[in-house]
């Protein structure tokens, strides 16, 4: 038995006030012995009897009552009755990936695992405690009209989503509706790809009960991959698509909803998909954004993909022989390319690359280490000179291997400084030394620290500078011989030190930082939403969202669900029992699977069997009090 309200215990305390007036009226009195009385005496006594029974009786009826509407108070409850439920709290996940959007037997999963999850919110009581936790980690609390509400409101999301995270906030939830019974319900479509072998969750004590709608597999068709390259348009590219189907498929491109390109790819496996390189001139400039479409299947949400591209004139560079043959060769070719180009004599937005020694050099600057030793102090003083607050330390021999500092704990692979300078093997560096002079003001962020070595920052960059603690040698670094090298120099000239901005690949519900210079995201229908912080939780509906400084398109946000969500057998073949893929992925003492809404309903109730005490205690407490009435009125 557990209590509501174990305060209102103290009421029991009243019980002394009848047992008080009882002693208070009992008559002590000199006892004189009165021959003439002895009879009267002698009746009084046989009445006595009666009379003391009588007393006793109301005494304990009293108290019976007292204590019957104390313990109400304090709200007991108990699985005695075996009628109704008990108090429980009640956290319900409802699984909304991007896979719940499939249209099954013409309707909706989703709509199903909602109406699974609106019976359940219909059996709550006043005395329970119930949420809505979804895949993307929102949480919605409230009464049963406030979740009801909830429930209506919610869509799939554009994106897989986490659901080990949502069922290990709502074990939390159903534990802090203590005393009241936890029990954590699951309605999901089982759909793998959502709930990570990698992240299973312990519920130790809490009942988990999950409910998995299966349903036949759809012949799903989806755009895995649209990769525009390069990174700027002048004003053309390529953009690369990857299709799955199980038939062949007709796509089409799309430049800020024109449609551009079309095609068909044959049918393709998810592990083998259909690949198509297209080439692109685009008539607008500045950010555009772009799509590969499919025509509509069952799975509407992976039949388009979204991309976005900067199509602006190539950036232009001024090359100084410093900065060795290696990098001179780099930049000749991606001149030659048509990806930069030279300035001219007095160009001002001109990026100059060159070594950190040579003299004459102006903001914006991409600039590496001397590769004689002697020349670093000169090296120094041309920094101190631009306001680079970075110096190169002593001079380092040992062969070490760069890495990227993890954001966000863990290292961005995907990003092209990661395939740049993670595990690139260094030999000859000048650690860089945070140094901003005694007459600057601190920096109000950590230094962006792009790449460290030894444990050193190797590569870092500013406002108007890049600076690298190597020469570009293979004597120094492996870094020059790294197919990843003029990918990453393209970026950092026209990224970094041009103005193209911040170019951000995320799925739905993703955390991203590093936005400390941006003001506002610019969501696809055109509203603007500020940006309070450096951090920002990508939106939950793929497309492509504009990063804001002020008025200015400084960046896109280009949001895609993961192609995993597209493969439909995945949930049927990661276990021998398909219908309790998701219940193997929860480890505790009581975890099962029902096999539909009704036995999932039935199921959770079970877990808090029983009632709440407080209408039987009330009931014997005015039972007591009447039976006290009645034997005082004889």
Known sequence: MAFLAPAFLALGLLAGVPLLVHLLRRRVGRVIDFPAVRYLERMEQEHSRDLKLRNRLLLLLRLLAVLALALAAARPIARLLGVGHAPMALAIVVDNSLSTGVVQNGRVLFDSLRV???????????????????????VIGGGPDALRAGLDALQPLGGRGDLAAATRRAVGLARSGAPRTPVVAIVSDGQRSSFRSDSVVQSDEVPVITLQRDGP??????????????????????V????????SAAWRLTLNGRTVARGTVPPATLEAPARVTQRLASTSSGWVRGSVELDADALRADDTRWFAVRVAPPPTVNVRGEGGVFLGAALGTLVDEGRLARARAGESRAVTVSGADAPGTRLPVLLTAPRDPIAVGEANRQLERLGIPWRFGAIARSQVLARVPARGGAVDTSSISARAFDGTPVRTRYPLQYSPGSGAAAPTGAPDTIATAGGAPWVVAGEGYVLLGSPVDPEATDLPLDAAFVPWLLEALARRLGDDGRLIEASPGQVVSGLRDLTGLEAPDGTVSPLASDRLTVPTQAGVYFLRRQETRAGALVVNGEPSESEFAAAATATAAPNAAVAALVTGRDVVTATDGTKWQEAVFSRAAGQALLLPLVALALAALLAEAYVSGR
């Open 116 to 138: 699974d999850a609106r019976a359940l919110v219909g059996e709550l009581t006043a005395d329970d405690r119930a949420w809505i936790v979804t895949a993307d980690g929102r």
């Open 240 to 247: 690369t698509l990857a299709v799955t189907s199980p038939d």
């Open 217 to 238: 597999l759809p012949r799903n068709r989806a755009v895995l991959q649209a990769t525009p390259e390069p990174v700027r348009w002048t004003p053309g590219g390529t």
